[in-house]
């Protein structure tokens, strides 16, 4: 969180919405830790990581979503239902991902 | 001030506390708490019980620095704790006080010397370490700051350091204390220090002798046994050999 601080603080400094998103859940292997944290803003563009770039893509729409609608989102990636996830994690763990705007 | 902007605040100024927030299952998807350690909560999480439960948690796991997803009745909550920059106190600036510095340090702990005694405590001695005190341990205990995420490691072996050192802790909430010195020194400085109106229920929580048990012979493995004690003890662990544990 530290480290992303300065790039909210910009961001909402030139009246961008950001949105935070943070791995809420994990399990098996899995490359960030519990509480790994991304921004986006409402231009797409994003700092920090929720994974080790396998859903970071996925993560910057769901944020550029959740800025629209104001309503905070809770995904869910993994490889266990490759039905269910149209994004996966290579190294076969499972993480959630809470994305809300910053308030 | 909303939780974000307190949350920045006390990142700025190493405060530690944690954040609660529902992220799956109930009604108030994305409400939030900011948790205190002495139990001072922010924010709704939309009733009163519910917000007293995930207070206590909040609070257990700010001891041990642990983030967890957890569940409450219908709610999915994410307690995430924010915890400030470890820091390190070491009374004497003795032999063993130079790798402990070091190795401190390297783990990302702040330290600070403190010693009465001008000779021990030098920058020529300590040239890395982040404050170096030159006074009484009474007098620099009463300018440090000492809180949850405050460790100490009394090392000077000497009973005109170490029991006025504990003597001014006593009033204090370090997450760690650490004694140098053996069983016998232990329970006559004990015995002043009871004497001198010092609780058990204080002097209990004093590890000592200190360190884990490695064998430790030179200053550099003392000072590694003293560091690995004040990891066990900063996430909750024993200290034990991993390949004996069951899980």
Redesign the interface.
């Known amino acids: 969180?530290?480290d992303l601080?300065s790039t909210i603080?910009a961001g909402r400094a030139r009246g961008d919405g950001v949105a935070l998103a943070?791995v809420?859940?994990t399990g098996g292997s899995t490359p960030r830790p519990?509480?790994a944290k991304m921004i986006v803003n409402s231009r797409g563009e994003f700092a920090g990581s929720v994974s080790g770039g396998c859903v970071e893509g996925a993560v910057i729409d769901e944020g550029r979503q959740v800025l629209k609608t104001g309503?905070?989102k809770?995904l869910k990636y993994g490889i266990a239902d490759e039905t269910a996830w149209d994004v996966g994690l290579s190294c076969g763990g499972m993480i959630?991902v809470?994305v809300?705007q910053?308030? | 001030m909303n939780i974000y902007d307190e949350l920045k605040h006390n990142l700025a100024d190493e405060t530690l506390c944690a954040v609660a927030t529902i992220v799956s299952g109930a009604a108030n998807l994305g409400a939030k708490v900011l948790v205190y350690p002495d139990g001072r909560v922010r924010g709704d999480l939309g009733n009163a019980s519910l917000n007293a439960e995930v207070m206590r948690d909040a609070q257990r796991l700010m001891q041990v620095e642990k983030s967890v997803n957890r569940v409450y009745g219908d709610a999915e909550i994410f307690i995430e704790v924010f915890a400030p920059k470890p820091k390190l106190i070491i009374f004497g600036g003795v032999h063993t006080a130079i790798p402990l510095t070091q190795f401190a340090q390297a783990l990302g702990f702040r330290v600070t010397i403190v010693d009465g005694r001008g000779r021990f405590a030098t920058r020529e001695r300590f040239p890395s370490a982040d404050e170096i005190i030159v006074a009484w341990p009474d007098e620099a205990i009463a300018q440090i700051k000492i809180d949850a995420s405050t460790y100490v490691a009394i090392l000077t072996h000497d009973p005109k350091f170490d029991i006025p050192a504990l003597k001014a802790l006593s009033a204090t909430h370090p997450r760690y204390i650490g004694s140098m010195g053996s069983r016998e020194t232990r329970k006559q400085h004990f015995a002043e220090l009871r004497a001198a109106g010092v609780t058990d229920e204080f002097l209990a929580t004093v590890h000592g002798p200190i360190g884990l048990d490695i064998g430790a012979r030179t200053p550099e493995e003392m000072a590694l046994a003293i560091i690995a004690e004040i990891v066990a003890v900063r996430y909750g662990r024993s200290g034990s050999f991993l390949s004996e544990r069951s899980e």
């Open positions: 969180m530290r601080i603080d943070t809420v859940k519990l509480g309503k905070p809770l959630e809470f809300e910053i308030q």
